[in-house]
């Protein structure tokens, strides 16, 4: 695990600050780092190119985002950073990696990602043999906003009808008090309270949670049809083998959210379709985005170990330093 320099200073009895100075300017080798010059724009390291590789977004400091990809295969470790580029343009990252020779880059034959459609664009126009694979986390979360939507909706109308109570109430001089369901919650907290079973499978609810689902689903059936399609999208992933059965079950999806007519869903469906070539791929190997997220929570942890970034340059050669 990454130790920072001041707690390494501090167990060997030195100032923090000038260790620090000593490591970076002398001991560590920055200043003769061949990438030194343009760091902060970007890091290329075509060595850990492979079959398989990962591309995301990430922060490196104070909301500035730098596309990162990783190579599967090192499963997050030394050898598993290919490229670091400031930004997330399309045009401009995919410049910087055409500087990957080509014979390199046709190795590529699989690269998986969110629903970025810059992510997209960058893999396209940079590695030609590679198939483009959705991630099924990032599709089944826009699904679970989609849900969460129509329960947010219900909330708002649940705070407003209270305030009327309360203004009523006190107009007239009296004591409001709010309904109570049989598990003690009000319609507001009912609601509110209700997000976190909503993500789950009805098998993997509590005792509690079943109980407020059934209270839920029969104040509010609109919910319970909502959350049966995020179910019914979710059983597409589970329970297909092949893209075939993915499309047929699929398909069916689309019908039954034009069936109910929510407008987040027909948004999130909307979104599927553009995508559905990049989403069904997942089918053939089952690759997942997992790895760049495992990757971009490492680099999160880091940057929180040595307490923030003050000195850009030198964070990310120490980047390069653990994981190029």
Known sequence: MPISLTCLATLNHLQPKEFEKQYKNYLSGFNQWEQKDHAEQWMLFPKNIGEKLSIDEVEVTNGELYTVLTNKSAHGRKGCLVAMCEGT????????????????????????????????AIVKRTFPKAKLVTDRFHVQQLISEALQEVRIAF?????????????????????????????????????????????????????????????????????????????????CYEYSQTIGEAKEKLTNWYAKVKEKDFDSFI????????????????????????????????LKSFRSVVRGVRDKAFHLFRVARLYA
């Open 155 to 235: 909330r708002w109308e649940a705070i407003k009808e209270e305030n009327k109570r309360i203004k009523q109430a006190k107009e007239e001089d009296l004591n409001y008090r709010p309904y109570i369901y049989k598990n003690g919650d009000t319609k507001k907290q009912l609601l509110a309270r209700s997000r976190y079973l909503l993500f789950k499978t009805q098998s993997n609810w509590g005792s509690q949670q079943k109980q407020r689902a059934e209270i839920l689903f029969q104040e509010f059936p609109q919910i319970k049809e909502a959350y049966e399609l995020s179910m019914m999208f979710r059983a």
């Open 89 to 120: 343009k399309a045009s401009e990252i995919a410049l910087i990696l055409n500087q990957i020779p080509l014979e390199h880059r046709q190795k590529v034959l699989e690269v998986t990602l969110d629903m970025s459609e810059s992510m997209e």
């Open 267 to 298: 948004t999130a469906a909307e979104s599927i379709r553009w995508r559905e070539t990049t989403i069904l791929n997942y089918f053939i190997d089952r690759s997942t985005n997992a790895s760049a997220e495992s990757f971009n929570a490492k």
